[in-house]
């Protein structure tokens, strides 16, 4: 036994927490905090500051991190659609659980980063973004499920089934 090895000791419960326990509480930070960084924003003392209205050619993501193919897809949907292209810039992540018509949908946004919900000035923003989801969802997959928009505090800004 590894006296200095913290995890080699029993708990005071008798057991030592698992290896996946420890492992999946580590990850589960990191999202969150990483998340919480990309709430940050870095434009300054003016607090009127808005992102400006152009469009991405491809999806934001959290640093060395890959887009999914889900977040791939819908960008790709945005910016194919007149009218949307402008939604792009908002969204960074988007994750579909379960199967139809118990599909759960979750996009992480940039939106409303000064933590205002459900007062924000970005409150339409989000409701587009979930109208232009669903819309994408009942066009290309025809499924049935709910959605949820977040702000980078993973605070639920608006939802919606389709």
């Not at 194919?80 to 996009?107: M, Y």
Request: glycine share 6%; with cysteine; charged share 25%.
């Amino acid at each position: 036994m590894n006296a200095t090895d913290p995890y080699a000791a029993p708990a005071a419960s008798g057991r030592r927490p698992s290896r996946r326990r420890r492992n999946g509480t580590a990850a589960a930070i990191t999202v969150f905090l990483s998340i919480a960084l990309l709430g940050c924003d870095a434009t300054g003392d003016d607090p009127s500051a808005k992102p400006t209205a152009s469009y991405q050619e491809t999806p934001r993501t959290v640093p060395g991190a890959e887009a999914n193919q889900a977040t791939k897809d819908f960008h790709k949907y945005l910016l194919e659609n007149e009218g949307t292209e402008n939604l792009t810039t908002v969204f960074i992540d988007v994750k579909i659980e379960g199967s139809d018509p118990h599909l759960s949908a979750q996009i992480i946004t940039g939106l409303d980063r000064d933590l205002r919900t459900p007062d924000s000035p970005d409150q339409d923003k989000a409701e587009q973004l979930a109208a232009a989801f669903t819309a994408w969802r009942t066009e290309r997959f025809k499924d049935h499920g709910s959605v949820k928009i977040y702000n980078p505090a993973a605070e639920t800004m608006t939802t919606a089934t389709w």
